[in-house]
């Protein structure tokens, strides 16, 4: 089972934040194109992560993640498509991405990047409320406060299926 939190935030994108040229911080390319937030998560996948991810939402086996934790999820492509295409989904919303020392920095918003890779983004306006979205095997939390929730929810899942494959 997945059970991916914050420490996604720093493993994967981190490195974006040091980047010099980084890609997400300007509206166009050298060439005055759009920069496509779909390309740009495919160049900059891990193939393990990528993986993992898809394997686990093939299989139906329950994945779940919490505030930054959302990101890992932008990885998993298969066919030029997002696998999580048409899911509803949650993380850190931009009311709470604003409030944070680091917001002029951000190399992507969270909220935007679900909608544009044909998800459906779901938050509170409140706040550190909690908050947790759960679709098919997927299992998101909003922010911390949704922690608890969220991971009594992943168990539940993984009790769930344990008992109907025995």
């Known amino acids: 089972m997945i059970f991916l939190n914050l420490f996604g935030y ?11 040229n980084n890609p997400f ?3 166009s390319n050298s060439n005055n194109e759009p920069i496509k937030l779909k390309e740009q998560f495919q160049e900059n996948s891990n193939p393990i992560l990528d993986t993992l991810i898809k394997d686990f939402h093939h299989n139906n086996k329950p994945i779940s993640c ?8 932008f990885q998993a492509f298969e066919k030029n498509v997002w696998v999580f295409n048409k899911y509803n ?3 850190i919303s931009i009311n709470e991405e604003c409030r944070e020392v680091y917001f002029p920095n951000l190399p992507f918003l969270i909220e935007e990047s679900v909608r544009e890779l044909d998800g459906n983004f779901v938050a509170q306006n409140n706040p550190n409320q909690t908050f947790v979205v759960v679709d ?23 009790t769930k299926q344990f008992l109907y494959n025995m």
Do not use: V
């Open 25 to 27: 911080h300007s509206n």
């Open 89 to 91: 989904l949650t993380g």
């Open 66 to 73: 919490i505030g930054y934790g959302a990101m890992i999820l």
């Open 10 to 20: 720093y493993t994967e994108f981190y490195p974006l934040f040091k980047k010099p």
């Open 136 to 158: 098919r095997n997927l299992i998101c939390g909003q922010n911390d406060s949704s922690l608890m929730i969220a991971l009594n929810t992943f168990c539940f899942m993984i």
